[in-house]
């Protein structure tokens, strides 16, 4: 009953939408006189975009980028949140829960805020650079580092973290790593970011 109850809000959603962008009709003058031959009003046919990606099912889009089509959530997570539902999912696959350090959680705002900014990932690319040509190494205080990225989804931590990133095999190694012994996440918009980290210097 709560999928058919989500069906229909979706369906209900989408005909609002379609509804809103339907092209307004030109007003006809009603006929007073029966002399005088009426014209057919003109006949609107709207075509409704068709989305064929199924629901629920990762893609692959680039060489570390996936893509789902899911339902956003009614609210986004928070990076408390995103971090509590990691930690909850390493302890259930037998991974250590990650301790915080103050350099990875602000550096994994400022990726998620640029993100956010940049209207999409950016596959890593920064993160890239900042430990290759940055010293991001020692400005972190680690000697191993990774990272999982989102854009585009209003969601919870938990679907985030089991449906999202656990929809990747990349990002699932990633955040069940368990290797990994501090973590930090960090949400802005529609945009999240969790950096991992191990050995410290």
Request: a negative charge; glycine letters at 8%; proline letters at 7%.
């Amino acid at each position: 009953m709560p999928f058919l109850f989500a069906i229909l809000l979706t369906t209900l959603s989408l005909l609002t939408n379609y509804r809103e962008a339907l092209p307004k009709l030109p007003s006809f003058p009603s006929p007073l006189s029966t002399s005088q031959p009426t014209t057919s009003p003109p006949k609107y046919v709207y075509t409704y975009p068709k989305d064929d990606t199924p629901w629920g099912v990762i893609q692959k889009v680039g060489d570390h980028t996936y893509t789902m089509r899911v339902q956003n959530d009614a609210v986004m997570t928070t990076r408390e949140e995103l971090l509590q539902a990691i930690n909850a999912h390493r302890l259930r696959n037998g991974a250590q829960s990650l301790k915080t350090d103050p350099r990875l959680c602000q550096y994994a705002q400022e990726r998620a805020t640029y993100q956010n900014q940049l209207g999409k990932t950016d596959a890593h690319a920064g993160f890239s650079d900042f430990l290759e040509n940055q010293d991001g190494f020692n400005k972190l205080g680690f000697g191993h580092l990774g990272e999982n990225s989102s854009y585009g989804y209003t969601l919870s931590g938990v679907h985030l973290v089991e449906w999202i990133y656990g929809s990747s095999p990349e990002h699932t190694a990633n955040q069940l790593n368990p290797a990994w012994d501090h973590g930090c996440a960090g949400v802005s918009g529609v945009a999240t970011n969790i950096i991992f980290a191990t050995a410290p210097l």
